[in-house]
């Protein structure tokens, strides 16, 4: 639920509101419900979930209104007045935006009444399918819906960039980041993942490091299979992933954060879980980067590989807060022991 400072920016129309999603995320969702919230006509924050299955519209539209607006008071953030919701859904192959604007209606007429149980009014509904969007609140006609600016920014990205936030990315290219290799490599990989690759924490820890020092040479782009196998395995130990947590400043953040992003990519199928502790760590660089999409997308991955993994779980709750670089790194530095 990331909150960045809008005030400069003024958004006076549906078509400013549909151009600055990705800004109030920080990236390009996709098949997602976002929830845009405001207080005294100021956005404050956005939660983002995925889309549910429409069987389950009814009662995932209550829970999810609850839900949200529970959190938002836990975590202190001003009672909302109002909301916009963006139901994001990409058509099928060969099938026409409009078709998701009218099969979406139907939830967003759910989800208003939801949050209007929660003392929270809805006042705008958008529908985005590929590159147009539909007022699903106002438009009694579909039509073919309004195109959101492509190759030329409109006057809301431009406002953005002029107030210093960067052009945002795809989900789906951030998401790419750390996805698990295929082909060849996959295969030379599974077969060292098969085997029995445990180590004593010395020896892991003289892996990392010199691992890391590897990486800080950017044309390193990966290592060899026996040892890739051994740090994975070894740094799902949450003593060692701890240790790992350090890294950052032994080394640098850049060779660190390569390192931690090829071992997120190594855990190839049917070891995906083993990418939860790298994927944890590559989102603590990340964060330092200000790359706060890469580092949430990161996490929330993470989560869905190991449900019973804490500190991804509790990464994500420090990321909702205002935490500081300097906060994160002091809890780095408790995991790596004075000699």
């Not at 192959?93 to 139907?106: F, K, N, S, V």
């Not at 240790?243 to 390569?258: I, K, Q, V, Y």
């Not at 994500?316 to 205002?322: I, K, R, V």
Request: glycine residues 4%; proline residues 8%.
């Amino acid at each position: 639920m990331p909150s960045p400072d809008f005030a400069t920016i003024h958004l006076r129309t549906v078509a400013d509101l549909a151009e600055a999603l990705p800004y109030m995320l920080g990236y390009r969702p996709r098949q997602s419900l976002v929830v845009a919230f405001f207080h005294h006509d100021q956005f404050t924050v956005a939660a983002r979930v995925d889309l549910p299955a429409e069987s389950t519209w009814c009662d995932s539209a209550a829970d999810c209104a609850r839900l949200i607006i529970t959190e938002l008071g836990a975590k202190g953030v001003p009672a909302p007045d109002a909301a916009v919701l963006y139901l994001l859904d990409d058509s099928a192959p060969g099938q026409p935006g409009l078709a998701a604007a009218i099969r979406l209606t139907r939830l967003a007429g759910l989800l208003c009444d939801a949050f209007t149980d929660q003392a929270v009014t809805v006042q705008l509904a958008l529908c985005i399918s590929g590159n147009r969007w539909w007022n699903l609140t106002g438009d009694t006609d579909l039509g073919s819906g309004t195109e959101l600016p492509d190759s030329t920014p409109g006057p809301t990205t431009v406002a953005f960039t002029v107030a210093g936030r960067l052009p945002v990315r795809a989900q789906d290219d951030l998401t790419a980041t750390f996805t698990p290799l295929t082909g060849p490599a996959a295969d030379t990989l599974r077969a060292a993942l098969q085997a029995n690759h445990t180590t004593r924490p010395a020896t892991a820890h003289e892996l990392l490091e010199n691992a890391a020092t590897a990486f800080a040479d950017p044309g390193i782009t990966a290592l060899p299979p026996a040892d890739t196998a051994t740090l994975l395995q070894a740094i799902s130990d949450r003593l060692i992933r701890d240790w790992a947590m350090s890294l950052p400043e032994t080394h640098t953040n850049p060779a660190a954060r390569r390192l931690f992003t090829y071992l997120a990519t190594a855990a190839v199928h049917p070891h995906e879980v083993l990418a939860c502790a790298p994927l944890t760590l590559l989102a603590l660089t990340a964060w330092y980067d200000d790359d706060r999409a890469l580092a949430r997308l990161a996490l929330h991955r993470a989560c869905r590989l190991d449900p019973a993994a804490s500190l991804p779980a509790l990464l994500l709750e420090a990321f909702n807060q205002p935490i500081s670089k300097e906060q994160l790194k002091n809890l780095a530095r408790a995991g790596r022991p004075s000699n």
